[in-house]
């Protein structure tokens, strides 16, 4: 299994998140208007899953065929706050759910979430509420729903920022899955291999 995301949907989805502003609000002036951001943190994955088989031959004329399924990521919806569907134990208010995703929860693969100064490693919150959105969401396999962890952390020393995502499935447990980034020029793709199992 695999993750496909475009390079200016992620790109538009790491703008986001680190545009955020952690858990508090932030106010922005710029000729007389003020902007008020309020933190990103969680979100949901739109799109698709798609399967398709691969033909591997040789010069010997032995082949093997062999199923590959591809979760492709177009776009995403992005929550304004923490603990915005579902409750203090990570159960999801499916009304909020439906109220945030409307028509859209057919295209659903997937949630984010996004935290500063953290390690980057699944919590337990984390499996919490991944578990209860795939005992809701019962039209998507347990396989190909996914969790999109990102995570910032300051560079010692420096005062840059380093970014860190992985995408998840479970399989038991959570297992990181290759994430494909697909550029548009020259068909560049910039492939994340990853195999954390957490």
Sequence with gaps: MAVRISGSLFSSLLFQLKGSSGDAVRSYSSCCLMLSVRCVQEGFLLGGVRSHSVADITDSQAHS???E???CIQSFVCLDEKYSFY???GVPDMKKVVQLLGRKQEELVGWLSFRRSSTHRVSFREKTIHGKLMDKFEHISAND?????VTEQP???TLALSTEYSFYHTTGRHVCVCACVCCVRDGLTLQVTQSHVL
Aim: aromatic content about 6%; some cysteine; charged content about 25%.
């Design 65 to 67: 065929v062999r199923e």
């Design 87 to 89: 409750d203090n134990c």
């Design 145 to 149: 729903f996914l969790l999109a962890l």
């Design 155 to 157: 560079l010692q020393q």
């Design 69 to 71: 399924k591809n979760t």
